[in-house]
């Protein structure tokens, strides 16, 4: 990814938490809700045909 455009800072910072993240945002971050696994379920397809 071209991160040219962002300032020296903004370069060091980018990928890194900016402070200690609190338990809703970890929840975002690596829980599915039922919009997510709708999603998902529109991308499946037969196992079988994998084998």
Same mark, same amino acid.
């Given at each position: 990814?071209? /991160?040219?455009? !962002?300032?020296?800072? &903004? $370069?060091? &910072?980018?990928? $890194? ?8 945002? !970890?929840?975002?971050?690596?829980? !599915? +809700?039922? %919009?997510?696994?709708?999603? /998902?379920?529109? $991308?499946?397809? +037969? /196992?079988?045909? !994998? %084998?």
């Amino acid at each position: 990814m071209d /991160i040219d455009f !962002l300032t020296a800072d &903004q $370069r060091y &910072q980018y990928g $890194r938490f900016t402070c200690e993240p609190d338990e809703v945002e !970890l929840t975002g971050c690596f829980h !599915l +809700d039922n %919009k997510d696994i709708a999603l /998902i379920n529109t $991308r499946r397809g +037969d /196992i079988s045909l !994998l %084998k």
